[in-house]
């Protein structure tokens, strides 16, 4: 949408979604809390109908995560749709094809790479979020502690060094492997693309 | 039948105001400089561009008519468009996109066979279009928009991105096609050589206006229209092969009212062929000549005498009996011979100087 439409309030749409790349993630955390806190409007809601509460628990570690992350997996969808030929799309509806069997048949294709790419970079980056996750849904182990949460806290206590140490090659190998990952399916499907 | 187009519309720099109707089926080529508004018309028979104003009907079914409130999308238009640049979908084998249309339109006249056969594309169909090369990829991408069923066919530019060799191996399938589909083609170019062996109708488009309009040997032959202007400038004819001469290795051809001998052909007896006769090898005189080595000597009469101050020089239009011929002279051969529209004049033409095309 961001990539294609020019609409009323694009630019503060646009700005709202990348502002947890710029922000504090410690203010992001607090914002979260604010609002879907158990008194937050949007947690006070969510709670008195359906009986979700996000604060402090597994579901609200993701959900911070999916914030801070959010913004990468923007971005690159976006990057990959504006470089998607409309030509192509032009060619498509020429030969019949709707708005809906365009999208899924041409440009959501060509555009995969760049998706997939993005999406395995955020999950990555999720791996390490700290700060909104700290503050939204605090550090509880085996509920809400993130691995730099669970390295952080392996720190504050003395002689924690040798499982900060373990956990931070763990760390390190995932975020390889998420980089490595996506280069390689990355260049794969460019050339099953011809380019 | 018939395809008429009416199109106005301002853009920025230039307005354009365009009317034609031509008819179907056959090739009709739009001809002009580039940025005179060809593409325009594409672009708005495609219903990829909406202009201010439209009108478009083919065979008598409406596309566009802004005026009552009509305009297609070009999903819903059937119409075939090829692009300059084949916009082939690289994710999707060559099989996968001759059917991309086919399976979107509703079952039509154009086989599958049919088509691959026609474009000598069989040998393709497993291929990725990255890995063929410009001619190739241009052939599956006029297959493509065949396969899906148009009442009519646009082609823009199709092959300007293209080298003479490519586009010599191109263009023998382009008259086949023009031949074994009855299907009104719009085809849109600024190379003089792509008129001459498609056109059937021929529209020419100067800075947003039709200047002239009619059937390729109409409108060649008219001196005061820009393509006179051309050094190439010359008479395009009709004609069908009548007579070989093994002996003298001679072949006669019969168009226009008149005969021309060419050295010898390898075609069929009343096969279709187009002869070129370039104004320049056009040779006037107002009598017979003897002992000469030309071997067309072809009556008519003076239809008009355009002046090209530019060239020093004068461009003749001489009526045949249902055709014409341009010979380009000095305005001091026209004094000498007293020429004057409504004069009867010969026109001496060497049977080497005449270019025969294809049907």
């Not at chain 1, 402090?56 to 976006?78: H, I």
């Not at chain 1, 504006?82 to 440009?107: M, S």
Request: charge should be positive; charged fraction near 20%.
């Amino acid at each position: 949408m961001l990539a294609r439409y020019r609409f009323f309030g694009r630019p503060v749409l646009n700005a709202l979604v990348h502002l947890p790349l710029v922000l504090p993630p410690v203010v992001t955390g607090w914002l979260l809390l604010v609002t879907f806190g158990i008194r937050g409007p949007i947690g006070s809601l969510l709670y008195d109908w359906f009986g979700v509460r996000l604060v402090f628990t597994t579901a609200g570690a993701s959900l911070a995560c999916a914030v801070m992350t959010f913004p990468v997996m923007v971005r690159a969808v976006r990057l990959s749709l504006e470089t998607a030929d409309p030509g192509l799309e032009q060619a498509a509806r020429t030969l019949g094809a709707g708005r809906l069997d365009r999208l899924f048949n041409v440009t959501l294709p060509l555009a995969s790479p760049g998706i997939l790419v993005g999406g395995i970079v955020a999950y990555a980056t999720c791996l390490g979020e700290f700060g909104a996750v700290v503050t939204f849904a605090a550090n509880i182990p085996g509920q809400t502690q993130t691995l730099p949460l669970a390295i952080y806290a392996a720190l504050q206590v003395p002689g924690g060094e040798a499982k900060a140490a373990e956990l931070s090659m763990v760390s390190l190998t995932l975020a390889l492997i998420g980089l490595l990952l996506s280069e390689w399916i990355g260049k794969r499907l460019s050339v099953m693309l011809g380019r | 039948m018939s395809l008429s187009v009416l199109l106005r519309h301002r853009f920025p720099s230039v307005r354009m105001d365009m009317a034609f109707e031509v008819p179907t089926p056959g090739v009709t080529v739009l001809f002009g400089p580039s940025g005179a508004g060809k593409s325009t018309i594409i672009a708005a028979g495609a219903g990829l561009l909406r202009p201010d104003e439209c009108r478009i009907v083919v065979d008598g079914e409406v596309l566009a008519d802004t005026s009552a409130g009509v305009w297609l999308p070009p999903e819903r238009r059937r119409i075939g468009l090829v692009f300059q640049d084949a916009r082939l979908f690289p994710h999707m084998s060559v099989t996968t996109n001759l059917r991309f249309g086919m399976r979107r339109a509703a079952p039509g006249p154009v086989r599958f066979d049919e088509v691959v056969e026609l474009l000598g594309i069989g040998a393709l169909l497993m291929r990725r279009p990255h890995t063929l090369s410009g001619g190739e990829r241009q052939r599956v991408a006029i297959g493509r928009a065949l396969l899906a069923q148009p009442h009519l066919l646009l082609m823009d530019e199709p092959l300007a991105a293209l080298d003479a060799a490519r586009k010599g191996e191109i263009m023998p399938y382009l008259t086949r096609l023009k031949t074994a589909l009855k299907l009104p083609i719009i085809y849109v170019t600024h190379a003089l050589d792509e008129v001459t062996q498609l056109a059937d109708s021929l529209v020419l488009i100067e800075a947003g206006r039709v200047v002239g309009c009619g059937s390729l040997s109409e409108i060649v032959a008219r001196a005061d229209l820009p393509l006179a202007q051309r050094d190439d400038a010359g008479a395009l004819l009709l004609c069908r092969v009548a007579e070989h001469d093994a002996a003298r290795e001679l072949s006669l051809l019969q168009g226009a009212g008149a005969t021309f001998w060419v050295p010898l052909l390898d075609a069929p007896l009343g096969a279709e062929r187009r002869l070129r006769i370039p104004a320049r090898e056009v040779i006037l005189a107002s009598r017979a000549p003897e002992s000469i080595s030309v071997h067309n000597v072809v009556p008519g009469t003076v239809r008009r005498i355009a002046g090209q101050a530019a060239r020093g020089s004068v461009l003749v239009e001489i009526a045949l009996p249902d055709g014409a011929l341009l010979s380009r002279v000095t305005s001091d051969a026209i004094v000498r011979l007293g020429l004057t529209p409504g004069k009867p004049v010969l026109a001496l033409i060497k049977s080497t100087s005449i270019e025969v095309l294809g049907n």
